[in-house]
C-alpha cells in the first residue's frame, strides 16, 4: 500500500459546518431527534414501543450496588433465555429484569455519540449535563472486572460470550466504544472513555491468540472498527491487536459458531447462516458482498481500518473487491444496499427489487463508513461517489423533513395497498414510522448527519481533500502554519462552489472531487475559474491545485449539474426499459401526490426537455424537476387480457422531487425508476 496516500479525517473540533443543507439537517438532529431519542430511552414517548433502555442501565446500576452492599452474600442470578426482545409479562407491572432486545445498551451508546458530535457544533451546557448524567447511569451498571452489557447483567453473567453469533455483546461493546470517543473527544470528559477501556480490556483478556482465550468473533460486526477508534483515541495498541484478530478469526475453520452449540437450531446444510455472518471463509477469500447487509458493511469498514494500520495488503485487496462487488453488482441507484428482507441481506447480483427492496438505513450509513475509510486509504474519487450516493439519497430518505419520523426500509417503488395486502411487502412502509421496537436506524442517523463533516473533509500532511462540497470551515497546520480553509456551496441544488484560502507561504495543496454526476470532460462537466492561475494536475477523480498562496485566495469552481436520465446494467431485470432521473448528487422520485395515482401507467419520454423550478415540500425547500410523459389509457385491454393492439396513452407532465423527500405529505406511491417511452 502506498502509505504518502494516506489521509485522515479531520476532527469535527476543528470544522464548522455552516452548509445550508446540512445545517438544517443537523440542527433537525439536535432540535428533533436527540431529545425525542433520548425520551425513547427512557419509555416516556407516548403510543411508541418502549425501548428499557435506561431501565436495564438502572436495574443492573441497582443490582450492582446491591453486590456491593452485600459482598460475599450476594447472589448472582443464574442465566436464562427470556427471548431475543424480552417484553413483560405485564406491561403494567414491570418488573426488575432485562427488557427489550438483547441489543438494547446500544440505543443509548448512538444517542451518547450523536451527542457528542452534536455539541462540537453547537456547544450546549443543559444537553452535555443531561448527557453527564446519563453516563454516570451507564457507569453505575459496570462490574468490577469492567464487563459492561445489562442483558447478562440482569440475566446471569454465568453465560457471557456463550452466543456470540446472536446475543450482541461485542455489538454492544463496539457501539459503546464509538460513542464513548466521539463524547470525550467532544467533551475531552473521560469517564465513559474509561468504562469503555475497561470493557475492551475484559475483553482483551478474553479474546485472542494465547492458547487459553476463546477464538470467538463478533456475530454482528462493529467492535473491529471501534476498536480500531479506541486504539486512535488512546494509542493503546492492544486495541489494534484485537481488532484484527476479529477480522483475521472469521471463517476459519472449525467456525467459532459452530463450537458454540446452538442445539434448538435446525441443520444448517446449505451454510447460510455463515454467509449471513460473513463468515463463510477467511476475510482476504471474501470475493463477494454476502449476508445481512449492515454487518457485511461494518465489517469491511473494520477490514479498511486495519488494512491501513498494519499496512496490510491483502486485507486492503478484499476490501476493494469486495467494494467493487457492492457497487458494481448490489447497490441500488440511491446507494441503498441490501436487496432482500430475508435476513435483512445481500441478494445475489444484480438481484435489485424496487418494490420489496430492504435497503436498510442502518446499511447505507455501514456504506458511507466503508467508502470513508478507502478514502483514508486512496483518496480515489469512486469511493467519495458512492459516498455522497447514499448519503444524498438511501440515507437521508430515512428521515423525515421535520426530523419526527424514519424509515428502516427504503424501497424504490411503493404501492400502499401492496404493503398493507401483500405479506413479500409487510417489511415496506409507506410513511415513516415514529420510533421501532427495534431502533437502530433513527439514532444511526442521528450519529451520520451530525458528524458529517468527518466525511466531507480529509487530510494529509500538505493535502486537504474535499470529497463533498458541504460548505464548512476547516483549519489546517502544513508545518506549524494555520491554513483556514473556508468552503460555500449550494449544493445539492446548483453546482457552484467558493473556497477561500488562507495559506500564507505553506505548500499546501487543495484536492477537489470532480463528481461522477459531472463528467471528467474539464470543458463541459466543471469549470474553475482563472484556472491558469494554479498548477494543476488531476489524478484519480480530483483535481490538485497549488500555488504560491497569496494572504487570501478564492477558488470558484462550477460542476454542471444537468438533469439526467439513467439507465441501470441490463442484468438488472427489474429496470429494463427503465429511467431514473438524477441531478447532481439527487436521485429523484415520482410520487401520487404530484401525478396521481397508478404510477405504473406513466413513462417517460427518452426525448426530454427538463425543466427545474423551485419548490417546497412541507415547507423545506427544493428543487422540482417536470418532465413530458404518457399516462398509457386504462382501457387499452378490454378485461383482464386482450390481443395486442398499438398501446394508446396521453401526454403528461412529469413532476419528480428528489428521492429523500418522498412520503412527506401522506401515504400515496412511489416511484424511481420508470418506463421509457421511445416515440416521439
Ligand atoms: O441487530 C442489530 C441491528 O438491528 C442491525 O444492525 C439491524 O439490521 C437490525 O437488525
Ligand atoms: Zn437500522
Not at 489 to 517: M, Y
Request: with cysteine.
Amino acid at each position: 500500500m502506498d502509505k504518502t496516500k494516506f489521509t485522515t479525517p479531520i476532527p469535527l473540533s476543528e470544522i464548522q459546518i455552516m452548509d445550508n443543507f446540512w445545517k438544517n439537517e443537523m440542527e433537525l438532529v439536535r432540535t428533533e431527534v436527540i431529545p425525542y431519542q433520548w425520551a425513547a430511552l427512557n419509555d416516556s414517548v407516548e403510543g411508541a414501543a418502549p425501548s428499557y433502555c435506561m431501565r436495564n442501565f438502572k436495574i443492573a446500576g441497582k443490582m450492582n450496588r446491591e453486590k456491593q452492599q452485600k459482598g460475599a452474600s450476594y447472589i448472582e442470578p443464574k442465566y436464562t433465555f427470556r427471548g431475543f426482545e424480552a417484553l413483560p409479562e405485564n406491561p403494567d407491572k414491570l418488573e426488575d429484569k432485562f427488557y427489550g432486545f438483547v441489543f438494547q445498551d446500544s440505543d443509548f451508546s448512538k444517542w451518547i455519540e450523536a451527542v457528542g458530535y452534536s455539541l462540537t457544533q453547537h456547544p450546549d451546557a443543559e444537553l452535555e449535563r443531561l448527557a453527564d448524567s446519563a453516563i454516570d447511569i451507564v457507569c453505575a451498571a459496570q462490574q468490577d472486572d469492567g464487563y459492561l452489557d445489562t442483558y447478562y447483567i440482569i440475566n446471569g453473567k454465568d453465560k457471557i460470550f456463550t452466543n456470540l453469533r446472536d446475543h450482541h455483546e461485542l455489538y454492544c461493546f463496539g457501539h459503546l466504544v464509538e460513542g464513548a470517543v466521539a463524547y470525550y473527544q467532544a467533551t475531552g470528559k473521560t469517564k465513559l472513555l474509561h468504562a469503555a477501556e475497561r470493557f475492551a480490556d475484559y475483553i482483551y483478556d478474553y479474546f485472542g491468540e494465547d492458547e487459553d482465550k476463546c477464538k470467538g468473533y463478533p456475530g454482528h460486526e462493529i467492535a473491529e472498527m471501534a476498536l480500531v477508534r479506541l486504539y486512535e483515541a488512546t494509542g493503546s495498541k492492544k486495541y489494534l491487536e484485537l481488532s484484527s484478530f476479529f477480522i483475521n478469526q472469521r471463517g476459519t475453520k472449525p467456525y467459532y459458531f459452530d463450537t458454540e452449540g446452538h442445539p434448538d437450531e435446525k441443520s444448517d446444510a446449505d451454510g447460510l447462516r455463515y454467509f449471513y455472518h460473513q463468515a463463510h471463509l477467511p476475510v482476504r477469500e471474501q470475493t463477494e458482498a454476502v449476508g445481512h447487509a449492515v454487518r457485511a458493511a461494518y465489517l469491511y469498514s473494520g477490514m479498511a481500518d486495519v488494512a491501513r494500520l498494519a499496512d496490510d495488503e491483502s486485507l486492503f485487496t478484499a476490501c476493494e473487491r469486495l467494494w467493487d462487488n457492492i457497487v458494481n453488482k448490489k447497490m441500488y441507484i440511491t446507494g441503498a444496499i441490501g436487496a432482500t428482507h430475508m435476513g435483512e441481506a445481500f441478494s445475489f447480483e444484480y438481484d435489485l427489487p424496487n418494490d420489496t427492496a430492504y435497503a436498510e438505513t442502518c446499511a447505507s450509513i455501514g456504506l458511507v463508513f466503508f467508502a470513508r475509510r478507502m478514502l483514508e486509504i486512496k483518496p480515489d474519487a469512486k469511493y467519495a461517489n458512492v459516498m455522497e450516493r447514499a448519503l444524498y439519497n438511501g440515507v437521508l430518505s430515512g428521515m423525515a423533513l421535520d426530523g419526527k419520523s424514519f424509515f428502516y426500509v427504503n424501497p424504490l417503488e411503493v404501492n400502499p395497498t401492496a404493503c398493507r395486502k401483500d405479506e413479500r411487502k409487510f417489511h415496506v412502509k409507506p410513511v415513516r414510522q415514529k420510533w421501532f421496537g427495534c431502533a437502530c436506524c433513527p439514532p444511526n442517523i442521528a450519529r451520520l448527519i451530525s458528524s458529517v463533516g468527518s466525511y466531507a473533509y480529509t487530510e494529509s500532511d500538505d493535502t486537504l481533500f474535499v470529497h463533498l462540497y458541504i460548505g464548512g470551515k476547516l483549519t489546517k497546520n502544513v508545518n506549524g502554519t494555520d491554513v483556514d480553509v473556508n468552503i460555500s456551496s449550494q449544493f445539492p441544488w446548483e453546482g457552484n462552489v467558493e473556497i477561500k484560502v488562507r495559506a500564507g507561504h505553506t505548500k499546501f495543496r487543495l484536492a477537489l472531487r470532480i463528481p461522477d454526476w459531472c463528467g471528467l470532460d474539464a470543458s463541459k462537466g466543471w469549470e474553475l475559474e482563472n484556472a491558469d492561475r494554479f498548477n494543476i494536475e488531476e489524478k484519480d477523480g480530483y483535481i490538485y491545485l497549488s500555488k504560491q498562496w497569496a494572504d487570501e485566495d478564492t477558488i470558484n469552481l462550477k460542476f454542471a449539474m444537468e438533469v439526467r436520465l439513467m439507465s441501470a446494467s441490463t442484468a438488472v431485470r427489474e429496470d429494463i426499459g427503465k429511467a431514473a432521473l438524477t441531478r447532481g448528487p439527487l436521485v429523484y422520485c415520482l410520487e401520487e401526490a404530484d401525478n396521481g395515482k397508478n404510477l405504473h401507467l406513466l413513462s417517460v419520454k427518452a426525448e426530454n426537455n427538463f425543466e427545474i423550478s423551485d419548490g417546497k415540500i412541507c415547507d423545506t425547500f427544493i428543487k422540482k424537476i417536470t418532465a413530458q410523459g404518457v399516462r398509457e389509457n386504462e382501457q387499452s385491454v378490454d378485461g383482464l387480457y386482450g390481443p395486442l393492439t398499438a398501446r394508446r396513452g396521453n401526454d403528461v407532465t412529469l413532476t419528480y422531487i428528489p428521492y429523500y423527500t418522498w412520503a412527506n405529505r401522506g401515504e400515496n406511491e412511489m416511484q424511481v425508476w420508470t418506463r421509457i417511452d421511445y416515440n416521439d
